[in-house]
């Protein structure tokens, strides 16, 4: 009995090996599976990130376009400004010489108007002083006109003194 169960336990016990052994392989092969899984998910992830890159890059480079378009659209727009610009200075400096040059005429006028108002008062001067000089010219007559009575009484006053005596 011991025998029989001796080997009955003999054999269990090698079945058990070989089910220990079975399992070791399935266990090794399951592990490799599991080792090949996670290869491949490494392998799915990087493809994904490589698909997920390329979307990228590929966004990226729709994204350059339409800002490399935006770009020579504000160009465009910045040479335009530009012109623009310039042709307001143009406009600018021309206004102002037309200014300059009415406010040059106005102040011509104001000078020709003064000028005329001085020529008035100089004329109105100019007859003043003929006036004085006439009046001068009277008062000599006149002073000369006295001092000749005057002459002319005294004279006659001496010869009526002389007279007397």
Known sequence: QSESSRRALQEQCDDAQASESELQESVGDLRQRLLD???????????SEAMVSAAVLERSESDLRTVQEHLGSAEESMS???GTVHDLRQRLDHEEKCSEERVSAAAFERSENALSAVRQQFGNAEEFMCGLQESVCDLRQ?????????????SLLEQSESSRR
Request: with cysteine; charged share 35%; hydrophobic share 35%.
């Open 80 to 82: 335009e400004l530009q």
């Open 37 to 47: 899984l996670r290869q491949r998910l490494r392998d799915a992830e990087l493809g």
């Open 142 to 154: 006149r002073l000369h006109e006295a001092e000749v009575c005057s002459g002319e009484q005294a």
